[in-house]
């Protein structure tokens, strides 16, 4: 076979360029440390390595979202603690309230104690994240959640939220608590009954908060005690004012302090030195009340005057009653509290299984994209060793030619 010198040039200077391109392109891996730097170089570790890529990023924007709401959920937790220490100091206050040798002097000052400690209750309520979020918005719906609408004798609050709670997720966790549920479902009473005096009373009378004692006999009826003098004699009768008609065996009842009335499956104490004409009222507590107005009405009960028996007789019974809806209230922000650290505990845990997954998703694309650079630099060594070996070739066989040999 006869090689035309051009030929045997031509074909040399390929395989030269050829081998120098190798060269390049390795070179190339190597400062990268990429095994893959374009999709031509393995299109199908091109794209197991795009998915694990979607993969790890999603992993990377679930970090972030339950680093964001770790960070509203400490927060919340820290401000409902910060609540529950206000809510202890009003309990701590409304039960000085209760000292039967206070004045209304000493009462007004407790009334304006406390109602300092409301107003930072509130503040606490409607307090926002590093973000600008509500921490107690529940589904959103405000920026302010918790408004004070004055009028009516006194402050009232109304959520402006949206009640309910986001639920959680195994990568995201809620970044805001359900106000609502936290601070204005308080039951009214013991949950069951209400007891209320008269608002005319002239006695001493009070009674306790009440209990259920049968829960199965319960009317959900509203009923009306009546005292009455009758020869000399204290009594009352109970009417159930639903139906308009006296329960049975309560009708002229010879009442002492300390007894136990029990009826329809309720019972409750009575004290004190009831006058002819006295009432007291029992009404289903179907409605909740709020933190924020059983603390108000607390206050209003502290700046009553003691004109009369029975003004003192209102003030035990209504201190009572708001010490019992404040506890009430009280467990709720607490058990707000204690589901706020569970989501941190989740939180923990969802960060774990997280961070394994990183690890993973990083794992399996440094295996598909990155080089061994031990194996890439021996192999460019071996390339850039042929280039030289083909370099000296080429030039020791472009030196042979006929016409040397013609003289």
Known sequence: MRVTTAHSYDTTIAQLNKRQAELVDQQEHISTGKRLVRASDDPVGAALAETVRNRLSRVQTDQRAIDASRTSMEQAEAALGEGSDLIQRARDLILSGGNATYGDTQRKDLANQLEGLRDELFSVANRKDSAGRSLFGGLGGSSTPFVQAFGGGG??????????????TDVRLPQAIDGFQTFMRVPQGNGTFVLQQGATNAGSMRSDIGQVTNLSALT????????????????????????????????????????????????????????????????????PTDLFKVMQDAIDALRTP????????????????????????????????????????????????????????????????????????????????????????????QKLSLFQYVS
Request: charged residues 25%; hydrophobic residues 35%; without cysteine.
């Open 155 to 168: 402050g009232q609050v109304r959520f402006d939220g949206q009640p309910g709670q986001q639920a959680a």
């Open 220 to 287: 959900g009826h509203d009923y009306r005690v009546d005292f009455a003098d009758v020869g000399g004699v204290m009594q009352y009768s109970v009417t159930d004012t639903t139906t308009s008609t006296p329960v049975a065996g309560q009708t002229g009842i010879t009442y002492r302090a300390g007894m136990e009335v029990a009826f329809d499956g309720l019972s409750f104490q009575l004290n004190g030195a009831p006058k002819a004409g006295d009432t007291l009222d029992i009404t289903p507590a179907d409605t």
């Open 306 to 397: 003691s004109d009369d028996s029975g003004d003192a007789a209102r003030r035990t019974q209504n201190l009572g009653r708001a010490l019992t809806e404040l506890d009430a209230g009280h467990d709720r922000v607490l058990l707000a509290r204690g589901q706020a650290g569970e989501w941190l505990n989740r939180a923990d845990t969802i960060e774990n299984l997280l961070g394994d997954r990183e690890v993973d998703h990083t794992a399996e694309q440094s295996k598909l994209e990155d080089m061994d650079l031990v194996k890439g630099i021996s192999d460019f060594q071996s390339k850039q060793v042929g280039l030289e070996a083909a370099m000296k070739s080429y030039a020791s066989i």
